[in-house]
């Protein structure tokens, strides 16, 4: 089961365990950027048509536990948030670049041709929006593929367009094993032999690793099949179609902290990746305020650039350093031994580090104004700065 992590995500997702769900059933609090984005696009409305916009973002919160990549190509990246400075570079050349890395992504894994929407066919080489709509005509008029060949029959998808496609586009439970795999059709002939000289099917060379060790790889090398791209048809024969992704392991937040106030300073908690910036990262750790693990609490070492240190999405342990509730801000470590390791918070000016005379008045002296020097507000400060100015970029 899928929950949003929107408003109300943990009161709904105490709600949902106390129903006395089967120990089988997975509640999964599910990063939810864009959901609205996409419940009122072109797209939604194509698939939901007859369907309420909030029906459209709560299907879309599912699909994306289910597989999320397939559901995020329909939503324009910059609506999932990139990166601090996403606003303040060339947009054109943004767009660009996204998609360059998306359609790397897709491509890398692959798409089942029989059950993808058109946002993400469009992403495999060989296809624009064009073919990948004429893709999904046919299979609606004619039925599922069964096989890689009969893609060809697809409006404007001609032998060059194959040829660039072919290879991404997968078929489950085609006649042909090698059409579920990422091994190109122009290879099947190599595989062939492979299972040939070893006298049994490639549905074997697939299932048994007895088969796929005694094959030599060298004697299949030509002038047009190097041993790289024989390593790769016979690593794709070991997993065909594998999944890029690790075990799924289901995360859940600490059960006692649902707000701010309930954050204290110590608490281990455990949190997920949501912004990676220059100055460090922030952290969900279930409480809707993100917490900021500045750059030198990423590490027990130095840090020059904190996307070596995290990547979004991922799993991390905190400590909280400092709870201001009055400007909803938490500062978080991910130290070894955080309570060793704040900077320290001294005068940077001309004086700092000399011993101050002491006072000749008994009277006591009212403390002097310190000024927000530390690392945690100057930090937050500039993340609110640049935010301000990307206000005042989109109100121009």
């Known amino acids: 089961m899928a929950i949003g992590n929107g408003t109300a995500s943990r009161e709904t997702e105490a709600f949902v365990r106390g129903l006395g769900l089967p120990a089988s059933t997975l509640v999964v609090v599910v990063n939810e950027s864009g959901a609205s984005v996409y419940s009122a696009s072109d797209a939604a409305r194509e698939e939901f048509p007859d369907r309420d916009i909030t029906v459209r973002g709560a299907v879309s919160i599912g699909r994306r536990l289910m597989d999320p990549l397939a559901e995020l190509v329909k939503i324009d990246p910059k609506s999932i948030g990139v990166g601090q400075y996403q606003h303040d570079v060339d947009q054109k050349a943004l767009k660009r670049s996204l998609d360059e890395v998306v359609g790397s992504c897709v491509n890398a894994v692959g798409v089942e041709v029989n059950t993808a929407s058109r946002q993400l066919l469009s992403y ?229 580090g000399r011993p101050q005379p002491r006072q000749a008045s008994a009277r006591a002296q009212p403390a002097p104004r310190r000024q927000a020097t530390d690392w945690f507000t100057l930090a937050l400060n500039k993340a609110a700065q640049a935010k301000a100015r990307r206000g005042t970029r989109d109100e121009g």
């Open 124 to 352: 495999v080489s060989g296809l624009n929006s064009v073919t990948a709509a004429n893709l999904i005509a046919h299979r609606n008029a004619h039925g599922p593929f069964t096989s890689r060949q009969e893609l060809l029959e697809v409006k404007r998808l001609g032998p060059k367009a194959f040829e660039q496609a072919a290879g991404f586009l997968r078929i489950r439970d085609a006649a042909n094993p090698l059409d579920a795999s990422a091994v190109h059709p122009e290879s099947y002939g190599v595989a062939e032999r492979m299972a040939a000289d070893l006298g049994c099917a490639v549905s074997d060379l697939m299932t048994r690793p007895d088969l796929r060790a005694r094959i030599q790889l060298e004697r299949y090398v030509t002038d047009t099949v190097g041993l790289p791209t024989l390593t790769d048809i016979l690593d794709e024969l070991a997993k065909p179609g594998r999944d890029p992704r690790r075990q799924f392991e289901a995360f859940g937040f600490d059960e006692g902290v649902t707000k701010l106030e309930d954050l204290q300073p110590g608490m281990s908690l455990p949190g997920i990746v949501t912004n990676v910036t220059a100055f460090g990262a922030f952290v969900d750790v279930g409480v809707h305020q993100d917490g900021l693990v500045h750059v030198s609490q990423l590490s027990d070492h130095f840090v020059k650039d904190p996307t070596e240190a995290v990547k979004v999405g991922q799993k991390v342990q905190v400590t909280v350093l400092e709870v201001d509730l009055a400007r909803r801000r938490v500062g978080l470590s991910m130290r070894s031994k955080p309570e060793s390791a704040a900077p320290p918070r001294s005068s940077t000016g001309p004086e700092a």
